[in-house]
């Protein structure tokens, strides 16, 4: 196997145990058995995309006749930047389901993919710094979104006041750390791998 069959099969290992985690996280949460379906939806794609690359075609041969003859594969870096993105969108419809940004166990898995991105040899323009903004943006809305409603009781608005620019700061804190850790663990994976 030369490099670039290495990188696929790493690609696959990482997606495997991508789905594996998804898969046992949504067993093990309550009320989510209607997530099933979906993901099991996006596990074929996400698989099947990382099929029809080149590498994939070269090592799938019956006999004299190439898988190439049927379609055009395409490169490994495309089809990585499609699966982060189909991942990095799928586990922010995930995080709308299981609660938002600071709720949702599936957070942290958001945040790894730029990591990843770079564990897999990707170019910094425009696949890891595409993933992180997809990710920051993803972990953004979900958070925004997220937000516990207001009161309901009027009497409760006045002494809730300092409380919600309280919450608010704190969300804006939880925002800030959250990215600038995002932007420390790329920037050392990204430096380590040059």
């Known amino acids: 196997m ?8 790493a690609a696959f290992v990482m997606q495997g145990f991508f789905l594996v985690i998804l898969r046992v996280s949504v067993n093990l949460l309550p009320a989510t058995y209607h997530l099933l379906r979906p993901m099991t939806l996006f596990s074929v794609m996400s698989l099947g995309l990382l ?14 006749f190439e898988m190439t003859a049927l379609m055009t594969p395409m490169g490994l870096s495309l089809a990585l930047f499609l699966l982060v993105a189909g991942n990095t969108l799928f586990l922010t ?10 709720k949702s166990p599936f957070t942290s898995l958001l945040l790894v993919l730029p990591v990843l991105t ?30 516990e409603p207001e009161s309901a009781f ?33 920037t050392v994976a990204g430096l380590t791998q040059l």
């Open 154 to 186: 009027p009497e409760d608005q006045g002494t809730d006041d300092r409380d919600s620019q309280l919450e608010r700061r704190e969300l804006w804190v939880f925002w800030g750390v959250t990215v600038a850790s995002l932007l420390l663990i790329t």
């Open 51 to 64: 099929v029809f690359t080149e590498d994939m075609f070269q090592l799938v041969k019956i006999g004299s």
């Open 93 to 102: 419809y995930l995080l709308f389901e299981t609660g938002g940004s600071r």
């Open 2 to 9: 030369d490099g670039t069959q290495n990188l696929t099969l």
């Open 118 to 147: 770079i564990l897999l040899k990707e170019p910094l323009y425009p696949q890891v710094l595409g993933s992180m903004a997809l990710v920051i943006l993803a972990f953004s809305v979900c958070l925004i979104l997220s937000r």
